[in-house]
């Protein structure tokens, strides 16, 4: 019963490298997020899915691109990382009924240097 | 679009006393959900309690409650007997029922501590 996985928990990544954050879900969910969290401004939505082959921008999509192939995985690619993405990102996902509760990865903390 | 505010960002409270975290929003919708979320120092996002807008009738979980005030759009959560695990930040959250995607949209937080 693994709920939401996110890979990997930790990481440090130079100024202008690359990475993608993987996300995966095995409730059979619709809805996938990825979201951002730094400290005083709380979470903030960066892409979101509505179900596989989709997506679409949240709040604060920019320097960040997603992907959704197979319904339970949602990726989050950094093309060219800057200081600005240091942050702690975390996955969720959702039936598509809006009463539902959003279950949550357990976070990803990212640094840039 | 919808906007979270929590205008404490600290707050304490006396181990086996009452506290009360304050939330309120912006929407111009009717039907909606709220949420209350936990994150403790391991990260994890917890859901605590959640309120359906067409419900007048205050959600209540054990030690947790909210007072739901639909036309002042304020959705507070009074945790009774506080116990050391209560302390943890805590996230009002907003869910919308018509917008695409029915996005989640956090307030800033509190941090609770809890003194023993």
């Known amino acids: 019963n693994a709920g939401v996985t996110q890979t990997p928990k930790f990481r440090v990544l130079k100024t202008g490298q690359s990475m993608t954050l993987l996300c995966a879900q095995d409730?059979?969910?619709?809805?996938m997020y990825w979201y951002r969290q730094d400290p005083g401004m709380g979470l903030r939505l960066i892409h979101y899915?509505?179900?596989?082959?989709?997506?679409a921008k949240g709040e604060v999509p920019d320097g960040y691109n997603v992907s959704r192939l197979k319904k339970q995985n949602f990726l989050l690619g950094l093309e060219s990382a800057a200081p600005s993405q240091t942050s702690v990102y975390f996955c969720?996902?959702?039936?598509?009924?809006?009463?539902?509760?959003?279950?949550f990865g357990q976070g990803t903390r990212l640094t840039v240097v | 679009a919808q906007t979270v505010t929590q205008s404490q960002p600290e707050m304490s409270v006396q181990e086996a006393e009452t506290v009360t975290l304050s939330c309120t929003y912006d929407?111009?919708?009717?039907?909606?959900?709220l949420f209350w979320y936990k994150q403790p120092p391991s990260r994890q996002m917890i859901l605590v309690i959640r309120?359906?807008?067409?419900?007048?009738q205050n959600a209540t979980e054990n030690r947790f409650s909210v007072n739901f005030q639909k036309a002042a759009k304020s959705f507070s959560l009074k945790i009774s007997d506080s116990q050391l695990g209560d302390a943890a930040m805590y996230f009002c959250?907003?869910?919308?029922?018509?917008?695409?995607?029915?996005?989640?949209?956090f307030g800033a937080g509190t941090i609770l501590r809890v003194k023993s």
């Open positions: 969720a996902s959702s039936y598509q009924v809006g009463r539902a509760e959003a279950f």
């Open positions: 409730m059979n969910h619709e809805y």
């Open positions: 899915s509505v179900g596989e082959g989709t997506t």
């Open positions: 929407t111009s919708e009717s039907d909606y959900y």
């Open positions: 309120q359906e807008a067409y419900k007048q």
């Open positions: 959250a907003y869910r919308s029922l018509r917008e695409y995607g029915n996005k989640l949209v």
